[in-house]
């Protein structure tokens, strides 16, 4: 148990469908990200909130829109997906961005499988 | 940008053996940290270990211990008396405003 919780586990969806993923952190931490982990490639870091606010997009495309409405819990909502889209997507959190030398916890993640 | 490489995909230890797992990385901070994360098949991260730039002493946790080589912007990881519950996918990255993994290596224990 690490502290951050993912839901659901797994979810397949259409092309067309729109669903969101969610985040849950109770270690009372002020960051937390969102990553997407992919067959064969490294972990890719998509969106860093800090204390609510969004700090970093890595130049993710706009069919994925997060969402962080307090510190304890970030969304990720998607639509329009395509079939590259499949991952495994994981959420973490830490302390806040600025102290960079405390740890990242991780959650389980979610398996997404776009049909 | 920092990117991080770890060249060896599998690699395999005996039980009770001793097995390194390389990383290098590239960036132009004087002052960063880096990780190393495992991913078992449950595919939950776990940290192994961490090490601040600026110390010149290798960081150790138990039979986990790394050897840091600043100047060939060099992380290996020494995993001592492997265990089989050791298995998984071993991830070194580096704190940026996230975090840049490598590609990752995968370790297999030999009983």
């Known amino acids: 148990e690490t502290g951050v919780t993912q839901t659901p586990r797994h979810l397949v969806m259409g092309m067309t469908n729109k669903k969101s993923l969610k985040c849950e952190q109770h270690l009372g931490h002020n960051a937390m990200y969102w990553y997407k982990q992919s067959a064969k490639k490294p972990l890719e870091l998509m969106f860093v909130?800090?204390?609510?606010?969004?700090?970093e997009n890595n130049s993710v495309p706009s069919r994925f829109s997060p969402e962080c409405p307090n510190s304890s819990h970030l969304f990720l909502h998607l639509h329009t997906l395509q079939p590259e889209d499949s991952a495994l997507y994981l959420c973490a959190s830490s302390l806040h961005t600025g102290k960079r030398n405390q740890p990242q916890h991780f959650g389980d993640g979610t398996r997404l499988s776009i049909l | 940008a920092q990117t991080v490489t770890q060249s060896q995909p599998e690699m395999s230890v005996q039980e009770a053996e001793t097995v390194t797992l390389s990383c290098t990385y590239d960036t132009s901070e004087s002052d960063y940290y880096l990780f190393w994360y495992k991913q078992p098949p449950s595919r939950q991260m776990i940290l192994v270990i961490r090490q601040e730039a600026y110390k010149q002493q290798n960081a150790t946790e138990n039979r986990f211990s790394v050897n840091f080589q600043k100047a060939a912007k060099s992380f290996s990881l020494k995993i001592s008396d492997s265990q089989l519950g050791d298995a998984a996918m071993y991830f070194c990255?580096?704190?940026?405003?996230?975090?840049?993994f490598g590609e990752g290596t995968q370790l297999t224990v030999n009983p």
């Open positions: 990255a580096y704190r940026s405003a996230g975090l840049t």
């Open positions: 909130y800090n204390f609510k606010e969004q700090t």
